[in-house]
Structure formats: C-alpha cells, structure tokens
C-alpha cells in the first residue's frame, strides 16, 4: 500500500523529478521534491518521510554523502537510488552502506511502484517494531504497579517474569516502604493463577491461636466463641496466592504447621479431624534477616529452606536514586488526579531535594510525600516548603555533634575554642567563610560558585539562606578567622 506514503524524491533532473512524481501521486503518495542532495536534507530534517529516493549523479553533495546524511538523521528511512546501468556498481556499493533498493534507467513505472512499495512496508514494518519496543520499555517503567527505570529494578523485573508462571515458592526481601507487597502481587498478577484469589496475611499482629483461627480455620466449638464454623484464609486462596506479610513475626509454633502445609498442602481447621486439601502459591515477604534469626533460634531452619527456593531482594530507595525523578511524577499523576489538581508541576529545585534525601521510609516515605505536597498546593508548582520538615531540613552529610575535650589541644595558628565548643558550630564557620570566600570568587554568581565547591546549586543557596549570608558579605569576604 503507497496510499498517504510520504516520498522525498532527490534528483537534479526536473523531467525524472516530475515523472515520478506524477506516478507517485497517482498512487496516493505525499511527494515533496528537491533539486539537490543538499535541499533533499533540509527537507528530510524538517519533515519526516517514510521513503528517500536519490540520484546517484548529482553536483555538489553527492548520492553516496546524501545517503549518509538522510541515514545519520533516520537510521530506518528506506533510501532508493536512481542510476544509469552504466553506474549500476556504484548503487550496489551504496546498497552495501544501507541503501534499500536501486531502480537502473531506463526503468518501467510498474518496476518503480513495486520498489517503492516494499521500501514503503519495510518502513512501515519498522515503525511497528518499533512502537512495540517502545511498549516493552514502558513496562520496564511500570511492571505490575511496580515503577522503575534502574538497572536493579530491571532486574527484579526480569526475575519476577521469570518465577511468576511457576508454582515456586518466593521469599520477598526488602526494607520496609520498599514495595513487597507489590512484588507479590506482580508474580501472582503475571502467573498462571491471576483470575484466582490473592490473599495477605499479616503474620504479626495476630496472637497465636488467632492467628491459626484464620489460617486454618476453625470447626464449632473448637474454642471459647467458635459458635459456627469458619473457613480459614488458606482454603480462600486455594488455587490462588496466599501472601505472608512479615513472614518473621509468625510465631514459632505457628512455623510448624505453616511447614507442613507447605510441604503436603493439607491441614485440618482448628479443632477439626478432616483433612483439606488446597493448591495454593506462597509468597513470603520480610524486613529482617532470617538467616540471623534461625541462627538465634527464633526462626525454623526448616521452614526458611523451603521459603527460600526464589528470592527478590528489592532495593532500597537509596540504591535506585535514577528512579525517583520518575516514582515523583508518577506520584505527582496519581494524587494529583485524587485532588482534581491536574495541572501540578514539581519545580527542578523540589526535584533537587528529593534526590539529595536519604529517605529511610523508602518509597512509602517517597509516596507519602508527595501526596501531602499535593494536598496544601494552592498554585500550579510543588516547590520545596511544600515538602515535609525531614526532607526540607535534611543536609546531605550529617555532622556529629560531640562536646570539645578539656584537655588542651593544638590547633592551626590563629583559631584557637573555648571550652564546651561543639565541633559543629566549628565547621559550620569554616563552611560558612569558605562560601563567602568561593562566592567572590565566582563574582557572586551562585551557579558559577556551586560549580566550583561540586555541589548543586539548590544545596549552595540553601546553605546561603540558613547561613543568611548577605550579598555585602559576600562581596567583602576575607581569609577565614575564628574567635574563642
């Protein structure tokens, strides 16, 4: 199909431009012409073209530079050559350097069409693979609910593909806030069970014997308050997913009997002598390290081999900084539509400081950060007061505060401390005078300064604004000077 086809013909003769644009057009193409390899560039720069056909004997910019330039510019754009048969060598030369096809003259017009029309497919059949490989990117962005453009997401991404369609178990390992819970939900989402249920468990905070109650369930009478039967959280999941939520904070002699279900899939309800059977996939999440507890005695050796067949170690927000550009945004989106505050923009200064930050609550902090960011915004950009006191008053290195020793100690000439100085209020002073001193150098232009002290410029103005550092002292700044 040539139809709505877009061609640049590239030909210095008038009569082989007009010729084949008249066949072209007849066939539905869109035609743009150029006299010279050098017009044809502005041309395929300023438009794009699903087909190039160029001379191969043109003055000035020739076939072979013209096709290098149309290639460096679209890598997939089909060129075809137009030559005589005395040049024919030559065509097949440029083919070698990624020419699609060459049309020899004298040539028929049905010849040309069928030319052009499998340059015009082999274009199209690009554009299609590449939409798809754009697709497959975009799923690395967002697996599953999971967001992530690094090189360790990548890899938890590829792995959770890999586990999901078995029946293995999979131990989740991660900080707390770094996203377990969608992981387990990402393999059961991409495994053979997604239309059966998935069920979550919270080991912890349950005692014991209620805890059994709504794994196992239970039959009448099995205890104090039993008055009917109840089915247990196992027997909901079967053939579906069943999710332990801090696997360590199962009580040990729960373990046992999580153990065996494990091992045979069958138990019998609390108080019960009938055996049910289930088919369930588990997926054990944790924070801890149950290699440490096994070793201390508070964790089964037993049940951690037969949790630990698969594990997904997710990083933590720290270890995947490249990321949270991209979880803001998409953070930005989601409460932004909860809010009816579509038109939100984080400023670069906020984007600064939430890459700077350590963030200890991992993405959860991360998330919940930017939806109060969302909430107190009365204007169209997200800056930095907007964010919380913990990431707004964050440095990014923390220095120790301790008292100065009694005993005497030798300092650089002329800084000498009183007693009871702390070693903060010292390097405070130094950093403020070295500021100063940088910014007069840079003639007060901050940008030029935060390139010279390596740091960004959001951090320099920050610390200008705490120091409350004026431009007078700026501008009169000398050799650093401490008083006891």
């Known amino acids: 199909m040539l139809r709505n086809a877009s061609v640049l013909i590239i030909d210095d003769e008038e009569v082989m431009r007009e010729i084949l644009q008249v066949l072209l057009e007849r066939e539905g193409c869109q035609v743009s012409l150029a006299a010279s390899g050098e017009e044809g560039l502005a041309l395929a720069r300023s438009q794009p073209f699903d087909v190039a056909i160029v001379d191969v004997m043109m003055p000035g910019l020739g076939s072979i530079e013209t096709l290098d330039e149309l290639r460096k510019h679209d890598e997939d754009l089909p060129v075809i050559l137009i030559t005589a048969f005395a040049s024919v060598e030559n065509a097949i030369a440029a083919m070698k350097r990624g020419a699609f096809d060459y049309l020899a003259k004298p040539f028929n017009n049905e010849e040309a069409l069928v030319v052009v029309r499998n340059a015009a497919e082999q274009r199209r059949l690009m554009t299609v693979n590449r939409t798809l490989r754009e697709s ?7 697996f599953s609910e999971m967001i992530g453009r690094s090189r360790r997401m990548r890899q938890v991404f590829e792995l959770i593909a890999q586990a999901a369609p078995s029946r293995t178990t999979i131990l989740v390992e991660g900080e707390s806030g770094t996203g377990k819970e969608l992981a387990a939900r990402a393999l059961h989402a991409n495994s053979t069970r997604a239309d059966r249920p998935f069920v979550t468990v919270n080991s912890g905070s349950l005692p014991p014997d209620l805890l059994e109650s709504n794994l196992f369930g239970h039959v009448r009478g099995a205890f104090t308050g039993a008055v009917a039967p109840k089915q247990g959280l196992f027997e909901r999941a079967n053939e579906g997913t069943i999710f332990f939520d801090e696997i360590g904070n199962v009580p040990v002699e729960t373990q046992a009997k999580l153990l065996r279900v494990i091992q045979e ?73 909860e809010n009816d505050k579509l038109q939100l923009d984080l400023t670069p200064e906020a984007l600064d400081l939430l890459e700077q930050y350590n963030w200890p609550g991992n993405v959860r902090e991360l998330e919940n950060a930017i939806e109060r960011a969302v909430v107190l915004a009365t204007g169209t950009r997200i800056d930095v007061p907007l964010m919380p006191d913990a990431i707004r008053m964050s440095q990014p290195f923390q220095i120790p505060q301790f008292v100065m020793p009694k005993e005497r100690i030798s300092f650089p000439k002329g800084i000498s401390f009183s007693e009871g100085v702390s070693l903060k209020e010292v390097t405070a002073g130094f950093e403020t005078q070295l500021i100063e001193r940088t910014l007069v150098a840079a003639g007060g232009v901050q940008r030029r300064a935060a390139e010279m002290l390596q740091i960004k410029p959001t951090t320099l103005n920050e610390m200008i604004k705490r120091r409350a550092i004026r431009p007078q002292r700026q501008r009169d700044a000398v050799a650093p000077r401490f008083q006891s």
Request: charged share 30%; hydrophobic share 40%; net charge positive.
């Open 265 to 337: 899939r069958k138990f019998m309800r609390l108080g019960g002598v009938d055996t049910i059977n289930v088919d369930v996939r588990i997926i054990a999440a944790t924070n801890v390290d149950l290699e440490r507890m096994v070793a201390d005695g508070r964790f089964r050796q037993d049940l951690y081999y037969r949790l630990h067949v698969i594990k997904v170690a997710l990083p933590t927000l720290r270890e995947r900084r490249e990321d949270i550009r991209l979880l803001a945004q998409h953070f930005l989106g989601k409460y932004g539509f």
């Open 136 to 142: 497959l990117r975009a799923q690395t962005y967002e």
